[in-house]
């Protein structure tokens, strides 16, 4: 008997020894083939000669590949050369006989609503819930999309092979004899978890600076100093925020150039100095705006480098190395973006003098993948190179990196924002555009900086209010149009009624920005989009799939923008919102609550759109102010809706310097919001605030707004007397708090009639 026991332990000692052995280590090496398991739902196949496999970046794969390996994992040797590895979601089957991956030696079994699939590397892609695109330029109805990372069927591959490595910062071939990376997501609808994954291989989306989620003022105009100084004057007299301000083409001398490619006929498309004569003190200019807490954008077509009319030619030429007879001569160097020497000499020279005279970013509009598809001598496109190059170099005086360009793919996302292009303004663009912006989420590119109004055309007062609806409800609110005397896009030129309208979404973006900035947090965090796809959230409700015209807007904000002309006098106009199961959601602008699992057609007048509250939640806002990004968060507004009776949850409100890189090392501050209730017995609880950063606001005063609900009796604060008072004409009620330590827990307790 003590035999068979000895022999039964033996055995099962072995068993598990296939489990748990160290003899198996992640990556996974069998002879010339590699698997990297990267997250539960997501590994890397590659099959290299020799054994040479790759660990350096890539475009796409960019995080320290030591960093991000799944501990958790199990291998079993089934004998023969066959082996089932498992994760905490998937189950994978492999013979080694050492040919690449492929069908008959690599399966994957996953779950969908409980139902087991199979994924090989050989299966075909049926049902892609769709991505982002490069550009919307010149596109004037909707067009197919890219793929996303988010698919029906389960899974997703990102095939990595032949791509271009990073060493040392810059591109390098990689070898031939690396013959297979592919990069397999197989997350069956735990789309989340999918983008998760994206994250770990190619790199979280940074943190933003703040003010780029602020409010824009762009126009393809020749505007003057004076002229910019009146614009900035009448953004205030007219009561509108604003936070940048952006110089198109007309900021650098153009009639000058008489050598290089040009673009649209016109050789001064290239440029870096300044125009006197429209611009004679840009430092003064610049100063002047800096002073009023607005950043300036320079428009930048870098495709023609630096010509023999720049002010900074001789400087650039003697710096690359050039003779004073090549100088004298007007010898030009060719724009190359392979040379790491070239490329740090031009900007130097290029955005230098600039950048001392206070330029905040740059707008990289590169449009010229007809001259330079490709960096020279590489397979890497030079869109997806020289957003890299711009968003380093925008990391200087310890600032956060800001870009702003077109989309270049996945592994973009490390480089935001992204500018959609010169699209041509009608009603099917901006339904098209509702639609792009969810679904780019699941790209990575989650933000998305819309010429609002369109570029091309669009002199329809009442299609600009409504476009400027979804702006606000974007990542950035901010307006743009072509060089046509008709089109300019200040809201206080296109009439009262629609002046009015796109003042209250103005208003309304400008009070909303703690939420942003938050959620923007989030989408760091988490990966999950800031304006997102009603399947991220909802992904087993099959009414997810089937209302592209509405979207989250984070977590606690659904929007169903108006995208067709309206009737009557006040341009009513309605949309199809689906509400999901398990909330009540309230109408933003009347208060009225819609319970979830229903459809519903709403119609607003062009003064709003449907916009709906989660109930139960704290949503965290500011008074209005005309410097939505730089305004100190002295007065937090919690409008609050109620919820479903016992629900008990939580936002955070996150808050930092908003422009320095120091959030990587803690500087941050989280504020818990906490929304509970029983019955009719509601509590409110703020949390002691949880880190610190430079300039952090040290007292704050609280507002709580409640547009449906009726107090019954008195209200509990652990802070002293409160004021309240009913607007007469809006009904919500207002609990005022004197200010408060940030690190003093508030707790505010009331009863509901």
């Given at each position: 008997?003590?035999?068979?026991?000895?022999?039964?332990?033996?055995?099962?000692?072995?068993?598990?020894?296939?489990?748990?052995?160290?003899?198996?280590?992640?990556?996974?090496?069998?002879?010339?083939?590699?698997?990297?398991?990267?997250?539960?739902?997501?590994?890397?196949?590659?099959?290299?000669?020799?054994?040479?496999?790759?660990?350096?970046?890539?475009?796409?794969?960019?995080?320290?590949?030591?960093?991000?390996?799944?501990?958790d994992f199990k291998v079993k040797d089934l004998g023969n050369n066959h082996y089932e590895i498992t994760t905490s979601t998937l189950r994978m089957v492999y013979h080694h006989d050492d040919f690449p991956f492929g069908l008959h030696n690599f399966n994957v079994y996953y779950t969908i609503d409980g139902k087991e699939k199979k994924f090989t590397n050989r299966n075909i892609q049926k049902q892609n819930l769709g991505g982002a695109i490069s550009t919307l330029d010149r596109v004037s109805k909707e067009i197919p999309l890219d793929e996303g990372l988010l698919s029906r069927d389960?899974?997703?591959?990102?095939?990595?092979?032949?791509?271009?490595?990073?060493?040392?910062?810059?591109?390098?071939?990689?070898?031939?004899?690396?013959?297979?990376?592919?990069?397999?997501?197989?997350?069956?609808?735990?789309?989340?978890?999918?983008?998760?994954?994206?994250?770990?291989?190619?790199?979280?989306?940074?943190?933003?600076?703040?003010?780029?989620?602020?409010?824009?003022?762009?126009?393809?105009?020749?505007?003057?100093?004076?002229?910019?100084?009146?614009?900035?004057?009448?953004?205030?007299?007219?009561?509108?925020?604003?936070?940048?301000?952006?110089?198109?083409?007309?900021?650098?001398?153009?009639?000058?150039?008489?050598?290089?490619?040009?673009?649209?006929?016109?050789?001064?498309?290239?440029?870096?100095?300044?125009?006197?004569?429209?611009?004679?003190?840009?430092?003064?200019?610049?100063?002047?705006?800096?002073?009023?807490?607005?950043?300036?954008?320079?428009?930048?077509?870098?495709?023609?480098?630096?010509?023999?009319?720049?002010?900074?030619?001789?400087?650039?030429?003697?710096?690359?190395?050039?003779?004073?007879?090549?100088?004298?001569?007007?010898?030009?160097?060719?724009?190359?973006?392979?040379?790491?020497?070239?490329?740090?000499?031009?900007?130097?020279?290029?955005?230098?003098?600039?950048?001392?005279?206070?330029?905040?970013?740059?707008?990289?509009?590169?449009?010229?993948?007809?001259?330079?598809?490709?960096?020279?001598?590489?397979?890497t496109p030079s869109l997806a190179w020289i957003n890299k190059l711009y968003f380093d170099q925008s990391k200087r005086n310890g600032k956060r990196g800001a870009g702003y360009s077109r989309w270049a793919g996945f592994g973009d996302q490390r480089y935001p924002i992204q500018f959609s292009g010169d699209a041509v303004a009608n009603w099917e663009?901006?339904?098209?555009?509702?639609?792009?912006?969810?679904?780019?989420?699941?790209?990575?590119?989650?933000?998305?900086?819309?010429?609002?109004?369109?570029?091309?055309?669009?002199?329809?007062?009442?299609?600009?209010?409504?476009?400027?609806?979804?702006?606000?409800?974007?990542?950035?609110?901010?307006?743009?149009?072509?060089?046509?005397?008709?089109?300019?896009?200040?809201?206080?030129?296109?009439?009262?009624?629609?002046?009015?309208?796109?003042?209250?979404?103005?208003?309304?973006?400008?009070?909303?920005?703690?939420?942003?900035?938050?959620?923007?947090?989030?989408?760091?965090?988490?990966?999950?989009?800031?304006?997102?796809?009603?399947?991220?959230?909802?992904?087993?409700?099959?009414?997810?799939?089937?209302?592209?015209?509405?979207?989250?807007?984070?977590?606690?904000?659904?929007?169903?923008?108006?995208?067709?002309?309206?009737?009557?006098?006040?341009?009513?106009?309605?949309?199809?919102?689906?509400?999901?199961?398990?909330?009540?959601?309230?109408?933003?602008?009347?208060?009225?609550?819609?319970?979830?699992?229903?459809?519903?057609?709403?119609?607003?007048?062009?003064?709003?759109?449907?916009?709906?509250?989660?109930?139960?939640?704290?949503?965290?806002?500011?008074?209005?102010?005309?410097?939505?990004?730089?305004?100190?968060?002295?007065?937090?507004?919690?409008?609050?809706?109620?919820?479903?009776?016992?629900?008990?949850?939580?936002?955070?409100?996150?808050?930092?310097?908003?422009?320095?890189?120091?959030?990587?090392?803690?500087?941050?501050?989280?504020?818990?919001?906490?929304?509970?209730?029983?019955?009719?017995?509601?509590?409110?609880?703020?949390?002691?605030?949880?880190?610190?950063?430079?300039?952090?606001?040290?007292?704050?005063?609280?507002?709580?707004?409640?547009?449906?609900?009726?107090?019954?009796?008195?209200?509990?604060?652990?802070?002293?007397?409160?004021?309240?008072?009913?607007?007469?004409?809006?009904?919500?009620?207002?609990?005022?708090?004197?200010?408060?330590?940030?690190?003093?827990?508030?707790?505010?307790?009331?009863?509901?009639?």
């Open positions: 008997m003590l035999k068979h026991t000895l022999v039964f332990l033996i055995v099962l000692g072995n068993c598990i020894a296939a489990y748990t052995s160290n003899k198996y280590k992640n990556p996974l090496v069998f002879g010339n083939n590699r698997i990297t398991l990267i997250t539960p739902t997501l590994f890397r196949l590659e099959y290299a000669e020799n054994a040479k496999f790759i660990d350096s970046p890539t475009m796409f794969a960019y995080n320290d590949r030591d960093e991000h390996l799944l501990q389960g899974w997703y591959i990102i095939d990595d092979e032949g791509k271009d490595l990073i060493i040392n910062g810059w591109l390098s071939q990689r070898p031939d004899s690396h013959v297979q990376d592919q990069y397999c997501f197989v997350y069956g609808n735990d789309y989340r978890a999918a983008l998760s994954s994206l994250g770990a291989v190619s790199g979280n989306t940074p943190m933003t600076r703040k003010y780029i989620h602020g409010v824009w003022y762009c126009r393809y105009w020749n505007y003057t100093s004076q002229d910019y100084i009146d614009l900035l004057n009448e953004y205030k007299e007219n009561d509108f925020p604003l936070d940048n301000m952006v110089f198109d083409m007309g900021w650098h001398t153009q009639k000058e150039a008489v050598t290089g490619t040009g673009h649209a006929s016109n050789r001064g498309w290239t440029g870096y100095t300044w125009n006197n004569k429209l611009i004679p003190d840009p430092a003064a200019l610049i100063k002047t705006f800096h002073n009023e807490n607005i950043t300036i954008s320079l428009n930048d077509h870098p495709h023609d480098g630096i010509r023999p009319h720049e002010s900074m030619y001789k400087e650039f030429m003697e710096s690359m190395g050039a003779t004073p007879q090549e100088i004298s001569s007007g010898k030009n160097i060719l724009f190359n973006l392979k040379d790491s020497v070239y490329m740090s000499k031009f900007f130097k020279a290029a955005h230098g003098e600039s950048e001392k005279m206070g330029v905040d970013f740059w707008w990289l509009d590169w449009q010229q993948n007809y001259l330079y598809n490709y960096v020279r001598g590489t397979h663009m901006l339904a098209f555009e509702v639609k792009l912006t969810a679904t780019s989420g699941n790209a990575g590119c989650y933000y998305w900086a819309h010429d609002i109004g369109g570029f091309y055309g669009g002199e329809d007062p009442e299609m600009y209010a409504r476009w400027t609806q979804f702006g606000a409800l974007s990542a950035a609110l901010r307006i743009h149009s072509v060089k046509d005397p008709k089109l300019d896009r200040r809201p206080w030129l296109w009439g009262e009624m629609a002046l009015q309208s796109m003042k209250k979404s103005y208003h309304f973006r400008s009070q909303l920005m703690p939420y942003i900035y938050s959620s923007v947090w989030q989408t760091h965090q988490t990966m999950v989009p800031l304006n997102r796809a009603m399947y991220i959230d909802y992904n087993t409700d099959e009414h997810s799939y089937q209302n592209p015209q509405e979207f989250m807007f984070g977590d606690l904000l659904l929007a169903a923008p108006i995208t067709n002309a309206g009737k009557g006098e006040q341009k009513i106009a309605g949309q199809k919102v689906w509400f999901p199961e398990h909330n009540i959601w309230y109408d933003y602008f009347n208060g009225k609550a819609y319970t979830g699992g229903t459809e519903t057609f709403i119609e607003k007048d062009i003064d709003e759109f449907p916009l709906f509250v989660k109930g139960g939640y704290l949503l965290p806002m500011q008074p209005y102010t005309q410097r939505p990004a730089t305004t100190p968060l002295e007065e937090l507004i919690l409008r609050c809706y109620p919820g479903l009776d016992g629900c008990d949850n939580t936002y955070y409100l996150y808050e930092d310097d908003g422009i320095s890189q120091e959030y990587e090392q803690g500087k941050q501050a989280l504020t818990k919001l906490n929304y509970k209730q029983e019955g009719k017995q509601v509590t409110i609880t703020i949390r002691a605030a949880q880190g610190t950063y430079d300039g952090q606001v040290q007292h704050r005063s609280y507002t709580l707004e409640l547009p449906v609900t009726e107090i019954n009796g008195k209200i509990k604060t652990n802070c002293g007397s409160v004021i309240t008072q009913k607007d007469s004409e809006s009904g919500i009620c207002r609990i005022y708090i004197k200010k408060q330590p940030i690190q003093k827990e508030v707790i505010i307790k009331y009863s509901m009639k």
